[in-house]
């Protein structure tokens, strides 16, 4: 596990420059991307670097690692996250998605696991975390190896969707599964801002367990974690501070 630590006005930079380094991955690069505030900055500077040519997407192939069971329309729902905050960068393709137009769900879920493996798995995943330390809507009690499927929302992830959804805020959710995220070539983990701060080093320091999916990143054979001050200010000073190969911070 590599631990990049921030300044929180150098997240985006630092998560671009790692966006555009895995795309040396594979020549065709397949990343799951995330919704939600913590990537923001991080497609904020993919746009801007674009836009002044200064980097080029074109080849990246993305997957939405999940999506609201409502309606795809609705201003909370990932599609419309996707319209407003990828498709806006210069180059960006079009990201493959679960559509909430399908008539079945379980049959949505499985044609979305069958494309990751069609495609022959993600380069790399970008995972936010949960304040109960969910990765996409893979919830406390997910096993390692689950499929993509449709799941029941946890009390916390539908309090942080209420923000935009409201009284119309979806039960369901349709997820890739742990199996195929963890799978990933290259795992990273954002995080960022104080309230993510304990659930940060339960994650990293705590045990590896389906209570905490987001622990299992610790022994991904390639995990790299970029966390802004904030959210790494739980985290025991020696992790931090280490240098080399298993932490870098950045001043
Ligand atoms: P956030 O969501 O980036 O809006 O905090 C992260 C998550 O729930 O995975």
């Given at each position: 596990m590599r631990l990049e630590v921030v300044p929180g006005a150098r997240f985006g930079e630092v998560c671009a420059d790692e966006f555009l380094g895995a795309m040396a991955i594979d020549k065709s690069p397949f990343f799951g991307l995330p919704t939600g505030s913590t990537p923001q900055p991080m497609y904020a500077e993919l746009r801007y670097r674009a836009e002044f040519g200064r980097a080029n997407i074109e080849r990246v192939y993305a997957v939405a690692i999940d999506e609201y069971a409502g309606?795809?329309?609705?201003a909370g729902s990932n599609h419309a996250y996707f319209r407003e905050h990828w498709m806006t960068i210069p180059g960006?393709?079009?990201?493959f998605e679960f559509d909430t137009r399908a008539l079945d769900y379980d049959i949505e879920a499985a044609r979305m696991e069958d494309l990751v493996h069609t495609l022959k798995g993600l380069s790399a995943a970008f995972l936010g975390i949960g304040l109960n330390g969910h990765l996409a809507f893979n919830e406390p009690g997910t096993a390692r190896h689950a499929l993509s499927r449709v799941v029941e929302l946890s009390p916390e992830s539908r309090?942080?969707?209420a923000a935009?959804?409201?009284e119309r805020t979806p039960w369901l959710g349709l997820t890739l599964g742990l199996g195929v995220l963890l799978q990933a070539k290259r795992v990273y983990l954002l995080a960022s801002g104080p309230h993510k701060?304990?659930?940060i080093n339960r994650a990293l320091t705590g045990?590896?367990?389906?209570?905490?999916?987001a622990s299992f990143v610790?022994?991904?054979h390639d995990s790299v974690v970029i966390l802004d001050e904030e959210a790494a200010s739980e985290l025991p000073r020696s992790l931090v501070a280490a240098k080399g190969d298993a932490a870098t911070t950045h001043g």
């Open positions: 309606p795809r329309d609705h960006a393709r079009p990201v309090g942080a969707a935009v959804w409201g701060a304990h659930i045990e590896i367990s389906a209570d905490c999916p610790q022994d991904h």
